[in-house]
């Protein structure tokens, strides 16, 4: 009897892989609470906030032609997975004194599909 444990190993593959597609249209939805203030993608532009391209690997605060609040331009962090979900939980207790007025989400896995979601776009906005 070894085609039960065929189809579940097959079953096991497909759930991951619809589960990874899942994510970053789950993250394109939690997307929405920001896009009134940032852009993402090719030609995005500042808006009340600076435009996320390539943020995974960027320095706060290194936008040109966006102006930071002296907090979040200070604050010497390297966006990672890691930094990003502690700031969106809460970014005021992240970076006291950012301007950017966002309750935060509290949720892991929203948070994690958002991170896929902004993983998409490198530095000019084109998705890897
Ligand atoms: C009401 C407007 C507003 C909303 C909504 C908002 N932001 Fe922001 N965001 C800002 C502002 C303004 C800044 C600049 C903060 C500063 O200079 O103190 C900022 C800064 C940031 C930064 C730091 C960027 C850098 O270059 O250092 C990240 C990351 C960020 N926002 C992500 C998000 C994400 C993700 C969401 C949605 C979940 C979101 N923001 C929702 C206004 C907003």
């Known amino acids: 009897m070894k085609l039960p444990v065929v189809a579940a190993a097959f079953a096991a593959a497909f759930l991951t892989t619809s589960a990874k597609a899942q994510d970053v249209s789950a993250g394109e939805r939690s997307w929405n609470k920001c896009r009134a203030c940032h852009q993402v993608g090719e030609g995005a532009k500042n808006l009340v906030g600076p435009q996320l391209n390539g943020l995974f690997?960027?320095?706060t605060g290194a936008v040109e032609g966006y102006s930071y609040s002296t907090a979040n331009k200070g604050a010497?962090?390297?966006w990672d997975e890691a930094v990003f979900a502690e700031y969106i939980k809460d970014p005021k207790?992240?970076?006291?004194?950012?301007k950017m007025v966002f309750a935060g989400i509290k949720n892991d896995k929203e948070i994690a599909d958002l991170t896929a979601f902004l993983k998409q776009f490198d530095k000019d906005g084109k998705k890897m």
């Open 57 to 59: 690997g960027r320095h």
């Open 76 to 78: 010497n962090i390297t």
């Open 93 to 98: 207790a992240k970076i006291p004194g950012t």
